[in-house]
């Protein structure tokens, strides 16, 4: 549970005054020792030999040289991938022996927790308390969950008309390529390896080019409890080359991808174009987040807070637009206001830092892009505003108010640390407001009053509805989109479906009497 968590961490740090960016970034001591393709169990390069740089958002320097990908090695995998399915033992083990690999591997991965934790802040820029006292825990937790599952799989049996015997046999679907982001680079590995492995089936994941160390570092982790050859296969790479060689491979039977809405389109018709292969998308965002008049506002104030700006603002389902009613909108504002300016904005590494850098130049100059279209098309400059520092990616924390609907601001996915507040009237008129997205991936509520808690759940168009909570992710619930924020749900009993195939089976009966 990210909320939770983070009220445990805001408890320990100081957020009474802002931080400058630090001049000199501390050193992290883990060592990178993984930086090449995982192939058929064995690191390799790639066939071509080609590197790319992996960069340090904070000062924009090189971490690492990494093993470059291209559609020659996405090849090599499918085609391990493919023998571990067809001709290995893991399809073929009991659930049981499954299961109990990947309890070994949730507990390396809680074994090496700061290591893991130490190379996601590096790669990413995220505050290293949230990496190892959060998601590294929930990545843990994932795999504990789903090797739960693996030995309650169960197929049913079916009372059809006719003198027939029928079962359902719940099957692995076979090879499953796998394509995630940068945002939470190992949490995105274990929601889409938990439930396929859990299944039986093999893997080829790619990485975001921006975070590919933790997914190998685990990875090696994964073998060393027991993997047999060949069933985890990890690229990377770049998207159009790496990640679309995978989605249009002839030989993979299922593609789960993490990513904005634009590429989940590309993929979707690759894996059409080739083989028709099942894709689940889970894509971008613009959740509203709704105050109700009865809220209490400093409550209110602090919770929008952390549904926009936790993790730099890079969540798909950050509650990026803030409806606020107009009987508190005026304290709110100011509240809010007073909120972002005590964030604390940093060295990732440091104790206490609530903001670290954006990923990459290119979100970064999106992000300061975004805030110029604000104030342009009028919306009030609260806060913020610009980058923080001279180098690497920091940004200010920054909060519009009087934004309207139809700006730029308020309808694209920013995914970044900016607030936009906008005023509703009843309840009617929000929860069209809400609505009239192409997006529909989450929702925040935040209300005392349980009349308007239900009409709310009900009405919203979303995968998931928070109520006086927000980011609460836990491995048994599902989570997912509507409309263009995506296809099929991951985690949860829901999470096993994209990676089973159902069989029919159908036997006469010879003596019918038992019918
Ligand atoms: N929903 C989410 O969890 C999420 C996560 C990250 C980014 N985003 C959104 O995406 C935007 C851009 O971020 P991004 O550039 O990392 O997203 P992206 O969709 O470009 O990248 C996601 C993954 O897809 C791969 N990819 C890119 N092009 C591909 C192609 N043609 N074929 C196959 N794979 C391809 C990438 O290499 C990466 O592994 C963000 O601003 C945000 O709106 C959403």
Redesign the pocket.
């Given at each position: 549970m990210f909320s939770a968590a983070v009220d445990r961490l805001r408890k320990h740090g100081n957020y009474s005054t802002a931080a400058a960016i630090d001049q000199e970034p501390i050193n992290p001591s883990v060592s990178i020792n993984y930086t090449q393709l995982l192939i058929d169990g064995k690191f390799v390069p790639a066939v071509s030999g080609k590197t790319f740089p992996t960069l340090d958002p904070r000062t924009e320097d090189v971490i690492a040289h990494v093993a470059e990908g291209e559609a020659e090695d996405v090849n090599l995998a499918v085609a391990a991938a493919r023998k571990a399915f067809d001709e290995g033992p893991w399809p073929r083990m009991t659930a049981y022996e499954r299961s109990r690999i990947m309890l070994r591997f949730a507990d390396l991965l809680e074994k090496h927790n700061d290591a893991i934790a130490e190379l996601e802040t590096w790669d990413n820029g995220k505050p290293y308390e949230q990496a190892a006292k959060i998601e590294i825990p929930m990545v843990v937790r994932l795999f504990r969950y789903y090797a739960g599952w693996a030995d309650k799989i169960h197929g049913l049996t079916v009372p059809a008309d006719g003198p027939h015997h029928v079962q359902t046999l719940h099957e692995p679907i076979g090879v499953a390529g796998q394509?995630?982001?940068?945002?939470?680079p190992l949490l995105?590995y274990a929601w889409k390896l938990g439930p396929a492995l859990a299944c039986g089936n093999t893997i080829i994941l790619?990485?975001?080019?921006?975070t590919p160390l933790s997914a190998m570092f685990a990875s090696k982790l994964l073998y060393e409890a027991g993997l047999p050859q060949g069933v985890l296969n990890v690229i990377s790479?770049?998207?159009?080359t790496?990640?679309?060689a995978?989605?249009s491979h002839m030989d993979v039977d299922k593609l789960a991808?993490?990513?904005?809405?634009?590429?989940?389109k590309?993929?979707l018709e690759?894996a059409a174009r080739s083989n028709l292969k099942p894709v689940t998308l889970?894509?971008?965002?613009k959740s509203p987040f709704i105050v109700c008049e009865d809220a209490d506002v400093d409550q209110a104030v602090e919770l929008a807070h952390f549904a926009l700006f936790f993790n730099q603002g890079?969540?798909?389902c950050a509650g990026s637009r803030t409806y606020v009613h107009e009987s508190v909108y005026d304290e709110f504002v100011e509240k809010a206001k007073a909120r972002a300016l005590r964030r604390i904005v940093g060295d990732p590494f440091k104790n206490g830092i609530e903001q670290g850098p954006q990923i990459d130049t290119?979100?970064f100059e999106?992000i300061l892009g975004y805030i110029r279209s604000g104030v342009e098309s009028g919306a009030t400059l609260e806060t913020g505003g610009d980058r923080l520092g001279s180098k690497g990616y920091y940004v200010q924390p920054t909060v519009f108010s009087n934004v309207k609907d139809d700006m730029l601001i308020a309808k694209d996915?920013?995914?970044g640390p900016v607030q936009s507040i906008l005023k509703f009237r009843d309840l009617d008129e929000v929860i069209k407001r809400a609505n009239s997205t192409r997006y529909g991936?989450a929702a925040g509520v935040f209300t005392q009053n349980i009349d308007t808690a239900n009409t709310l759940t009900r009405a919203l168009r979303v995968g998931t509805v928070w109520i006086n909570c927000f980011d609460v992710f836990d491995a048994a619930i599902p989570f997912g989109g509507y409309k263009m924020s995506g296809q099929g749900r991951e985690k949860g009993i829901y999470g096993l479906n994209n990676y089973l195939q159902i069989k029919a089976v159908v036997t006469p009966i010879k003596k019918a009497s038992w019918l």
């Open positions: 394509i995630i982001p940068w945002n939470f995105m790619k990485t975001a080019e921006q790479g770049y998207g159009p790496a990640g679309a995978l989605a991808f993490t990513g904005s809405t634009e590429t989940g590309i993929v690759l889970e894509l971008g965002g890079q969540c798909c290119e979100q999106k996915e920013i995914f991936l």
